[in-house]
């Protein structure tokens, strides 16, 4: 995506109608552009400042608004930045941007406001992928890992571990500027435990994908079982609602029924199946294989038994899934109000009455010990962004190299490649190694406004 230094604008709310809209212009015009059209003059006006007037076309007042005024470089993209809220009709909307270009700005292209942001130096390149994750989050803990990223929690460790990296890798350049004298600036037995420390954190932000992932994406749970155990009434439990149809003949999900419940701010994706036996009906067969395809790609599987029937027989088909890749799912014992002493005849099951709700709360905790690994507090930085995953495993990648290159003695010149590479992929992160096509891509993600 190529930078220009022109004046840009946008619709920065939802597109359609509403109490308020809000026009964004940004550049070096941006002011003077507003100015032109608006009933006060604000081409002295300080910054962060809030400005009530009309706006007209030639004689003609098209709406009354507020105009704010942000100065660079203290504004959202480091330039001047002019914010219209006027009424949110779509015409008043067409009517102020078609001024404002008439005037010489053009329209943005996706997240070039926050592209210019980044090209400013408010923000690093992490930190503008998080903009995006904050406006797309849908629940609590997408909303804290976007938040806590766009703070810069992620980048302040990554500069840590650049700087103390770069701080040795200078002086490995060091070395081969005097490489004839045989001479050693930095010292080995230092670098290796700064390398020891530096792979602990790699590991530790590449392990927490596995759960930041699911906190920006949702977890889906795969519910299973015979039929009529009351995978259906567990659903509907969870939900408070009647979404899933529940009856006594067998067979009656055919097909899979998708909703999300939130859960001490965590989005999980529960997914009822189709009852898993041998049968043939042609279409229960392909709704029981869609079952076993959801289970497999499933984060949590909840294989629910009938506590009032024979459960020899139920764990016998739990035990002919699990032969055939099924990961280990946490066992549900329900209708426990029809044969209270499940509790000792399988004690490792959560027992519960979905019918009931009695032991849904119970439910709902095993559910999230099932997510948070011991290892992570909820504070913590948790990566949830797939191209800082890959690059920080190239960067690990390099600095087990830059360590294995230290403990054979090979010479300085190929140590500083490995500590450049490493550097190099670290800086692919926060942007400041990065392409014209990794900012297109990145950045055509965003809405038109941001």
Not at 58 to 66: H, T, Y
Not at 176 to 193: I, Q, Y
Not at 279 to 305: D, H, L, M, P, S
Not at 353 to 367: C, Q
């Amino acid at each position: 995506m190529f930078i220009n230094n022109d004046t840009i604008c946008a619709l920065a709310t939802s597109s359609g109608k509403g109490a308020i809209s809000i026009i964004r212009l940004s550049g070096d015009k941006a002011i003077d552009i507003c100015n032109s059209f608006f009933s006060k003059d604000i081409s002295g006006v300080k910054s962060h400042t809030l400005h009530f007037g009309t706006i007209k076309k030639e004689q003609q007042i098209i709406d009354e608004v507020v105009v704010s005024v942000y100065r660079n470089p203290n504004s959202y993209t480091g330039e001047d930045v002019i914010e219209v809220s006027c009424h949110g009709s779509k015409y008043i909307q067409n009517q102020l941007i078609q001024l404002f270009i008439g005037a010489g700005a053009r329209m943005a292209k996706a997240g070039e406001f926050t592209l210019r942001a980044f090209s400013n130096g408010k923000m690093d390149l992490s930190q503008a992928e998080a903009v995006a994750d904050l406006i797309s989050s849908e629940n609590e803990s997408a909303h804290r890992v976007a938040m806590h990223q766009m703070r810069g929690g992620f980048s302040n460790e990554l500069k840590v571990l650049r700087d103390e990296l770069i701080s040795f890798a200078s002086l490995m350049e060091l070395e081969l500027d005097f490489g004839e004298e045989d001479v050693e600036f930095a010292n080995r037995e230092k670098f290796n435990s700064l390398l020891e420390k530096i792979k602990v954190i790699l590991k530790r932000l590449i392990d927490s994908f596995a759960v930041g992932n699911v906190m920006k994406n949702g977890v889906p749970v795969a519910i299973i079982g015979r039929p009529n155990v009351g995978k259906s009434t567990l659903l509907n439990a969870l939900l408070n609602e009647d979404r899933a149809i529940v009856s006594e003949i067998a067979g009656t999900t055919r097909d899979i029924i998708e909703d999300t419940v939130i859960i001490d701010g965590i989005q999980f994706r529960f997914i009822d199946t189709a009852g898993i036996r041998e049968t043939e009906n042609v279409i229960e067969n392909i709704g029981i294989k869609k079952a076993i395809e959801k289970a497999q790609n499933a984060q949590i599987i909840i294989f629910i038994v009938d506590a009032s029937q024979d459960l020899n027989e139920q764990l016998l088909e739990l035990d002919k899934l699990k032969a055939n890749g099924l990961k280990e799912p946490l066992i549900i014992a329900n209708k426990v109000d029809l044969n209270p002493s499940i509790t000792s005849e399988l004690p490792k099951a959560l027992a519960i009455s979905a019918k009931n709700k009695e032991g849904i709360d119970t439910f709902s905790k095993k559910l999230l010990e099932s997510v948070y690994d011991n290892d992570f507090d909820r504070n913590d930085t948790l990566l949830s962004n797939n191209r800082h995953l890959e690059a920080l495993q190239l960067s690990l990648d390099f600095v087990i190299k830059t360590t294995e290159g230290l403990n054979s003695g090979i010479s300085s010149d190929f140590i500083a490649m490995d500590i450049r590479q490493a550097l190099f992929h670290i800086g692919e992160i926060t942007g400041e190694i990065s392409t014209n096509d990794l900012l297109d891509n990145i950045f055509s993600n965003f809405c038109i406004g941001k």
